[in-house]
């Protein structure tokens, strides 16, 4: 059975730092995907990575893929209020059942 | 392109009733999937679709069923609600070939009293 884990399941941290989130998941897997989730709307996409060491960037946010240790990390550099919100990480081994993280709440501070 | 739509925004049923959850898309999608988000958790897969007429179970399919007659549309119906279906539920879609990246509607709240 595939499971997924995140953590950490909170984050609170400054503005201007940089910090990772983990995502582990249980099984070999074909694709990760991350989303990030505003309060009460709806998920956006932020990165497919579908690789073992795809890495890929949009502005502060940085995401990455080792299929061997089954992790896949979501980095953030120099946070900005903007990035408040809750990221999930999501995966699927190729039969279309994704299985999700239970997210991870992040807070920037100013 | 509207991309994909939910209906209704936000239901309150009673024990027992039934309803369909619409959701539709435009983007000539083969894949939908339905699935619920409850509170601190993430989203966990109801059922799914790969195309028209095909149709199939994920994480939590008791208490719903669905049916694909088109592209566009993937409704999911609840047969006699109960208060464990008080939910967020989401519709997403995506092509089955490329990157996967799937799509969300604005989601559905739904209170079951």
């Known amino acids: 059975e595939l499971k997924v884990e995140q953590n950490p399941l909170f984050l609170s941290m400054q503005e201007g730092k940089n910090y990772t989130i983990y995502c582990n998941y249980s099984t070999t897997s074909d694709r990760l995907y991350w989303y990030r989730q505003d309060p009460g709307k709806s998920l956006e996409s932020l990165f497919v990575?579908?690789?073992?060491?795809a890495v890929k960037q949009e502005g502060r946010l940085m995401a990455s893929l080792d299929t061997k240790a089954r992790l896949s990390t979501l980095h953030i550099t120099a946070a900005v209020h903007d990035l408040s919100a809750t990221y999930f990480c999501a995966v699927d081994r190729g039969t279309y059942k994704y299985i999700f993280g239970t997210g991870t709440r992040l807070k920037v501070l100013a | 392109n509207a991309g994909v739509t939910q209906t209704p925004k936000f239901q309150v049923l009673k024990t027992g009733q039934s309803m369909t959850l619409q959701c539709a898309q435009d983007m000539n999608h083969e894949y939908m999937s339905w699935y619920r988000q409850d509170p601190g958790m993430g989203l966990r897969l109801i059922h799914y679709s790969v195309g028209a007429g095909i149709t199939d179970q994920g994480e939590v399919p008791n208490g719903y069923n669905v049916s694909r007659s088109t592209t566009e549309d993937f409704p999911l119906r609840l047969l006699s609600a109960a208060p464990s279906q008080t939910s967020v539920y989401f519709c997403a879609s995506s092509y089955v070939s490329g990157d996967y990246e799937q799509y969300f509607g604005p989601g559905t709240r739904l209170t079951v009293t």
């Open positions: 990575l579908l690789s073992n060491g």
